[in-house]
């Protein structure tokens, strides 16, 4: 199939061929796993993010090398992956649960979580919707570019 597809953690569309393995349902939500000749690997597609799907007149039988996933984690952190040290307020210490960051200090009633991320994206977004609760620490370009994006918005609204 062809996927039109959004990405959210880098407010992206991209165009993907995939040879379809299974469909799952974990977390509420419905997945197609499949083997995506543009990252040449097994990738997870959020059906609700699939913004177009087109049946190709190809074989669609993926490579002997395609293994699924171990589908009792949703995302497998590496050393490649980005390491990011957060302070979560009380009210977001859901972000251990959701996204297995390791707590690794309280201070007070905040927790000081790390956690590998592919793609620090999300973690930006994450942090700007979390009204001030949540707090990078490390790495300090990452934190940066959540204090510039916030001051951005900031500006907007005083426009």
């Known amino acids: ?13 991209t165009e993907r061929d995939v040879d379809p393995m299974r469909v799952v349902s974990m977390a509420g939500h419905w997945y197609l796993e499949g083997w995506c000749h543009r990252a040449e690997d097994v990738r997870l597609f959020r059906f609700s993010r699939v913004l177009e799907a ?10 002997p090398s395609a293994v699924g996933r171990d589908l009792g984690v949703l995302f497998t952190p590496s050393e490649d992956d980005v ?3 957060l302070r ?3 009210q977001q210490r859901w ?3 959701d996204y297995a960051a390791e707590i ?14 592919a793609d620090p994206g999300w973690v930006r977004q994450l942090v700007l919707r979390s009204g001030g609760e949540i707090t990078v620490m490390a ?3 990452l934190a940066a570019q959540v204090a510039d ?3 951005a918005a900031l500006a907007a609204y005083r426009d």
């Open 1 to 13: 199939v062809h996927l039109r597809y959004l990405v959210p953690a880098r407010d992206e569309i």
């Open 54 to 63: 087109q049946v190709l007149d190809v074989d669609g039988t993926p490579p």
């Open 83 to 85: 390491l990011v040290r």
């Open 88 to 90: 979560l307020g009380p």
């Open 95 to 97: 972000v251990v649960d």
């Open 104 to 117: 690794v200090a309280e201070e007070g009633d905040d927790l000081l979580v790390e956690l590998r991320v």
């Open 139 to 141: 790495p300090d370009s």
């Open 149 to 151: 994006e916030a001051t």
